[in-house]
């Protein structure tokens, strides 16, 4: 025991706390500056004053045994962290002959270990500061690590955020860049409905005048002719009746050709509005491709909730851009058919069979229901439609 108390002082001594595996701890390098005075024993030395001394010497062995253990424990922690147990082994080789010499020294100055009790209390005291000092210093350096990365943690965060942010604005843009152009194409349509209403109203209003002014003309001229006697009457009759052919044969002719040059301005407008269908059509279909390219790269990042989320946005999107292409279409054939019966109405001459059905067609009617089928057979006067003839898009959406 006492060798082991001389070891521990002269270890303090040395700035060292020689542990089971040869390692110290290293206390302050001023401590090493101890003198040491020898007390001389006395042959007054009491009693009291040897169990004051070993109750020391058990206090230190109790030290040394907890210090032991400790050296140990920490070896055992630094094994288990992976060090390698060759440099181990070399360090514990060393520190056996470093304990060895150590000992042997320790031999030498076993007498001066009582003296220096109170020194070994205060270098253990100084040694227990330097522990916390140690382990506060740790701590800070743990706090500001843990700071560091929850920063780091914080920036990656917001920067993920920010990036979703943007791709979420730039989704957004492009939408509502769509949501413009559609507009704006809705617009251009109206604006060419209106353009073409307000020519039909015109040409009807200029067709009700000459109508009216006909229909007045031979209503001066049948109010003359009833004047005169029952057969100058009816001569008068067919000879208005057939001047009315002879003009409306004139007439028919003039408005046909008018309308072939209609029809084929209109036939040159419909195969310049059937390219440009088609360009749109083959660009749109390659801005849906690459679109769907781009969810598609897109969806695969986010979470598998928002992926079924944007897919069934695109989806709903998709479906209805096919029913307004679907009805844009249905009018545009609703329209082709028209002309195409307008064209027909149009055309001379006609076969006499043909001929004869549009006699007993209009003969049937009045004047006015006959000028006014006439108009409509011809084009002339558009129908409007009926509420239940219209299209919703919806309908197609459905389907």
Do not use: C, H
């Amino acid at each position: 025991m006492k060798l082991n108390q001389a070891a521990l002082l002269l270890s303090v001594i040395s700035g060292a706390t020689i542990g089971a595996n040869g390692l110290s701890t290293f206390l302050p390098r001023n401590t090493r500056t101890l003198s040491f005075t020898r007390l001389s024993a006395t042959p007054e030395a009491t009693s009291e004053d040897k169990k004051v001394s070993d109750e020391d010497e058990k206090a230190n062995e109790k030290k040394v045994a907890d210090l032991q253990k400790a050296a140990k424990a920490k070896a055992k922690k630094t094994e288990s962290a992976g060090f390698d147990k060759k440099q181990a082994a070399q360090k514990k080789k060393a520190a056996d002959k470093k304990k060895a010499k150590t000992e042997k020294a320790a031999k030498a100055a076993a007498v001066k270990a009582e003296e220096e009790a109170a020194v070994l209390k205060a270098e253990e005291e100084s040694q227990i500061a330097a522990e916390k000092e140690a382990a506060r210093v740790k701590a800070e350096e743990e706090a500001k690590i843990k700071a560091a990365e929850e920063e780091a943690a914080k920036i990656k965060a917001e920067e993920e955020a920010a990036r979703i942010k943007a791709e979420e604005e730039e989704a957004a843009r492009i939408k509502a860049e769509e949501e413009a152009k559609i507009a704006a194409e809705k617009e251009a349509a109206k604006i060419k409905a209106k353009r073409e209403e307000a020519a039909r109203v015109k040409a009807e209003e200029e067709e009700a005048a000459r109508v009216k002014a006909e229909e007045q003309e031979a209503a001066r001229v049948k109010a003359e002719e009833e004047a005169k006697i029952a057969a100058e009457k009816e001569a008068a009759k067919i000879k208005a009746e057939e001047e009315a052919k002879i003009a409306a044969e004139k007439e028919a002719a003039r408005i046909k050709a008018e309308e072939e040059a209609r029809v084929k301005a209109e036939e040159d407008a419909r195969i310049a509005a059937e390219k440009e269908a088609a360009r749109i059509k083959a660009e749109e279909e390659a801005r849906i491709k690459a679109e769907e390219e781009a969810e598609r790269a897109r969806l695969r990042a986010i979470s598998a909730e928002a992926e079924a989320k944007q897919r069934s946005i695109l989806g709903e999107r998709l479906q209805r851009e096919a029913a307004e292409r679907a009805v844009i279409k249905a009018r545009i054939e609703a329209e082709a058919a028209r002309k195409a019966a307008i064209a027909e109405a149009r055309k001379q001459p006609k076969p006499a069979d043909v001929e004869k059905n549009l006699a007993d067609k209009y003969g049937a009617m009045g004047n006015e229901e006959r000028a006014f089928s006439i108009l409509v057979d011809l084009g002339i006067v558009e129908l409007s439609l009926e509420p239940e003839d219209t299209v919703d898009p919806d309908d197609f959406a459905a389907n």
